[in-house]
Protein backbone atom coordinates (compact mmCIF):
# COMPACT_ATOMS: atom_id res chain seq x y z
CA UNK A 1 0.00 0.00 0.00
CA UNK A 2 1.01 3.50 -0.57
CA UNK A 3 1.61 5.56 2.44
CA UNK A 4 0.42 8.70 2.46
CA UNK A 5 3.00 11.36 3.19
CA UNK A 6 0.68 13.86 5.00
CA UNK A 7 0.26 11.34 7.36
CA UNK A 8 3.58 10.46 8.70
CA UNK A 9 3.88 12.28 12.27
CA UNK A 10 5.19 11.92 15.75
CA UNK A 11 3.93 13.31 18.81
CA UNK A 12 7.05 14.63 20.73
CA UNK A 13 6.81 13.60 24.53
CA UNK A 14 10.08 13.15 25.58
CA UNK A 15 11.40 16.04 27.79
CA UNK A 16 10.24 19.62 28.17
CA UNK A 17 12.69 23.00 28.05
CA UNK A 18 12.10 26.29 30.32
CA UNK A 19 13.92 29.66 31.39
CA UNK A 20 14.87 27.91 34.32
CA UNK A 21 16.49 24.81 32.93
CA UNK A 22 19.28 26.52 30.66
CA UNK A 23 22.52 27.56 31.53
CA UNK A 24 23.19 31.16 30.97
CA UNK A 25 25.63 30.90 28.52
CA UNK A 26 24.42 28.78 25.63
CA UNK A 27 28.25 27.10 25.13
CA UNK A 28 27.12 25.69 28.24
CA UNK A 29 23.53 24.77 27.20
CA UNK A 30 25.37 22.97 23.93
CA UNK A 31 27.77 21.18 26.18
CA UNK A 32 24.93 19.70 28.50
CA UNK A 33 22.96 18.59 25.80
CA UNK A 34 25.86 17.96 23.74
CA UNK A 35 26.79 15.15 26.75
CA UNK A 36 23.08 13.89 26.80
CA UNK A 37 23.66 13.19 23.46
CA UNK A 38 26.52 11.45 23.53
CA UNK A 39 25.69 9.16 26.38
CA UNK A 40 22.25 8.73 24.26
CA UNK A 41 24.88 6.65 21.75
CA UNK A 42 23.13 8.64 18.89
CA UNK A 43 24.82 7.83 15.30
CA UNK A 44 27.01 10.25 13.96
CA UNK A 45 25.70 12.61 16.97
CA UNK A 46 28.38 15.25 15.24
CA UNK A 47 26.61 15.27 12.08
CA UNK A 48 25.31 18.83 11.51
CA UNK A 49 23.97 20.74 8.35
CA UNK A 50 25.62 23.49 7.03
CA UNK A 51 23.94 26.28 5.10
CA UNK A 52 25.88 28.92 3.10
CA UNK A 53 24.77 31.71 0.36
CA UNK A 54 26.00 31.44 -3.47
CA UNK A 55 27.72 34.77 -4.92
CA UNK A 56 24.20 35.22 -6.18
CA UNK A 57 22.47 34.72 -2.95
CA UNK A 58 21.01 31.34 -3.23
CA UNK A 59 21.17 29.25 -0.19
CA UNK A 60 23.03 26.09 -0.60
CA UNK A 61 23.26 23.39 2.26
CA UNK A 62 25.11 19.81 2.89
CA UNK A 63 25.67 17.87 6.22
CA UNK A 64 29.10 18.35 7.68
CA UNK A 65 31.01 16.98 11.23
CA UNK A 66 31.77 18.96 14.16
CA UNK A 67 35.01 18.07 14.89
CA UNK A 68 35.64 20.65 18.16
CA UNK A 69 33.40 23.23 20.22
CA UNK A 70 34.38 26.13 22.50
CA UNK A 71 33.40 29.28 23.52
CA UNK A 72 35.20 30.68 20.05
CA UNK A 73 32.79 28.54 18.31
CA UNK A 74 31.55 25.35 16.24
CA UNK A 75 35.02 23.68 13.91
CA UNK A 76 34.93 21.74 10.88
CA UNK A 77 37.15 20.89 7.57
CA UNK A 78 37.13 20.77 4.25
CA UNK A 79 38.58 21.45 1.13
CA UNK A 80 38.94 25.65 0.91
CA UNK A 81 38.18 25.14 -2.94
CA UNK A 82 35.50 22.91 -2.79
CA UNK A 83 31.87 24.58 -3.88
CA UNK A 84 31.14 25.48 0.30
CA UNK A 85 34.65 27.13 0.70
CA UNK A 86 34.21 28.85 -2.58
CA UNK A 87 30.52 30.11 -1.04
CA UNK A 88 32.27 31.44 2.35
CA UNK A 89 35.02 33.02 0.82
CA UNK A 90 32.55 35.06 -0.98
CA UNK A 91 30.11 35.43 2.04
CA UNK A 92 31.12 34.68 5.49
CA UNK A 93 27.59 34.12 6.94
CA UNK A 94 26.34 30.94 7.89
CA UNK A 95 24.01 28.69 9.61
CA UNK A 96 24.44 25.80 11.26
CA UNK A 97 21.65 22.91 12.16
CA UNK A 98 21.84 19.36 14.16
CA UNK A 99 18.88 17.07 14.90
CA UNK A 100 18.88 14.64 17.53
CA UNK A 101 15.91 12.91 16.56
CA UNK A 102 16.39 10.47 19.37
CA UNK A 103 16.28 13.16 21.98
CA UNK A 104 13.60 15.11 19.86
CA UNK A 105 15.61 18.03 20.03
CA UNK A 106 17.37 20.75 17.31
CA UNK A 107 20.19 23.24 17.77
CA UNK A 108 20.22 26.04 15.31
CA UNK A 109 23.24 28.23 14.96
CA UNK A 110 23.84 31.54 13.21
CA UNK A 111 26.80 33.18 12.58
CA UNK A 112 30.04 34.14 10.66
CA UNK A 113 32.63 31.65 9.52
CA UNK A 114 36.20 32.17 9.58
CA UNK A 115 39.23 30.28 9.08
CA UNK A 116 41.03 28.50 12.00
CA UNK A 117 44.91 28.71 11.91
CA UNK A 118 47.20 25.89 10.04
CA UNK A 119 48.36 25.18 12.84
CA UNK A 120 45.28 23.85 14.58
CA UNK A 121 44.35 22.64 10.90
CA UNK A 122 47.99 20.46 11.11
CA UNK A 123 47.08 19.24 14.39
CA UNK A 124 43.70 17.61 13.35
CA UNK A 125 45.05 16.37 9.80
CA UNK A 126 47.76 14.31 11.25
CA UNK A 127 45.17 12.74 13.80
CA UNK A 128 43.26 11.78 11.07
CA UNK A 129 43.87 7.80 9.27
CA UNK A 130 45.95 7.83 6.70
CA UNK A 131 43.21 6.89 4.31
CA UNK A 132 41.70 9.91 4.94
CA UNK A 133 44.62 12.12 4.50
CA UNK A 134 44.69 10.44 1.00
CA UNK A 135 41.16 11.70 0.07
CA UNK A 136 42.24 15.07 0.82
CA UNK A 137 44.91 15.51 -2.00
CA UNK A 138 42.70 12.67 -4.30
CA UNK A 139 39.53 14.56 -4.52
CA UNK A 140 39.42 17.88 -6.58
CA UNK A 141 36.14 18.08 -4.26
CA UNK A 142 32.81 19.65 -6.10
CA UNK A 143 34.66 19.67 -9.34
CA UNK A 144 32.92 17.56 -12.22
CA UNK A 145 35.22 14.57 -13.22
CA UNK A 146 34.15 11.84 -15.39
CA UNK A 147 34.21 9.17 -13.54
CA UNK A 148 35.28 7.20 -9.91
CA UNK A 149 38.60 5.93 -12.18
CA UNK A 150 40.24 9.54 -11.90
CA UNK A 151 39.37 9.25 -7.84
CA UNK A 152 41.25 5.83 -7.92
CA UNK A 153 44.16 7.20 -9.91
CA UNK A 154 44.51 10.20 -7.91
CA UNK A 155 44.41 8.21 -4.72
CA UNK A 156 47.14 5.77 -6.17
CA UNK A 157 49.29 9.07 -7.85
CA UNK A 158 49.46 9.96 -4.58
CA UNK A 159 49.85 6.55 -2.46
CA UNK A 160 53.06 6.64 -4.35
CA UNK A 161 54.02 10.25 -3.98
CA UNK A 162 53.69 9.99 0.41
CA UNK A 163 53.83 6.78 0.95
CA UNK A 164 52.62 6.62 5.25
CA UNK A 165 54.03 10.58 5.08
CA UNK A 166 51.12 12.27 4.09
CA UNK A 167 51.07 16.39 4.45
CA UNK A 168 48.37 18.74 4.75
CA UNK A 169 47.71 19.88 1.47
CA UNK A 170 47.50 23.54 1.63
CA UNK A 171 43.54 24.03 0.20
CA UNK A 172 42.28 21.62 3.49
CA UNK A 173 41.84 23.25 6.32
CA UNK A 174 39.31 23.62 9.41
CA UNK A 175 36.63 26.67 9.45
CA UNK A 176 35.15 27.91 12.70
CA UNK A 177 31.33 28.80 13.04
CA UNK A 178 31.39 32.11 15.20
CA UNK A 179 27.56 32.42 16.48
CA UNK A 180 25.52 35.53 17.10
CA UNK A 181 22.07 33.48 17.74
CA UNK A 182 21.95 29.68 19.25
CA UNK A 183 18.21 28.57 19.51
CA UNK A 184 17.68 24.81 21.05
CA UNK A 185 14.45 23.46 20.68
CA UNK A 186 13.04 20.50 22.64
CA UNK A 187 10.02 18.69 20.78
CA UNK A 188 6.25 18.78 22.72
CA UNK A 189 2.96 17.35 22.34
CA UNK A 190 0.67 18.58 20.16
CA UNK A 191 3.45 21.10 17.96
CA UNK A 192 4.04 22.91 20.73
CA UNK A 193 7.36 22.69 21.68
CA UNK A 194 9.48 24.65 23.07
CA UNK A 195 12.35 27.05 21.57
CA UNK A 196 15.05 29.15 23.29
CA UNK A 197 16.92 31.35 21.65
CA UNK A 198 20.14 33.18 22.79
CA UNK A 199 20.90 36.10 21.05
CA UNK A 200 24.81 38.23 21.48
CA UNK A 201 24.35 41.50 22.45
CA UNK A 202 26.64 43.92 23.46
CA UNK A 203 29.50 43.25 26.62
CA UNK A 204 29.30 39.74 25.16
CA UNK A 205 26.19 39.50 26.67
CA UNK A 206 23.66 36.63 25.95
CA UNK A 207 20.07 37.81 26.02
CA UNK A 208 17.46 34.28 26.08
CA UNK A 209 14.13 34.95 24.61
CA UNK A 210 11.11 32.09 24.12
CA UNK A 211 10.07 31.71 20.74
CA UNK A 212 6.80 30.54 19.70
CA UNK A 213 6.75 27.07 17.93
Known sequence: MKMNIADIRTDYKLMTLTESDVANNPFDQFTKWWQQAIHSQIDEVNAMTLAT?????????????????????????????????KEIAGNENAYLVFFWKELQRQVRISGTIKKISAEESDRYFYSR??????????????EIISSRAI???????????????????????????????????????????????????????????????
Do not use: M
Open 53 to 85: VTKEGKPDARIVLLKDFTEQGFVFFTNYHSKKG
Open 151 to 213: LEKNEKVYLEKFGEQIPRPGHWGGYVVIPNSIEFWQGRSNRLHDRLQYSLKENNHWEIERLAP
Open 129 to 142: PSGSRLGAWSSPQS
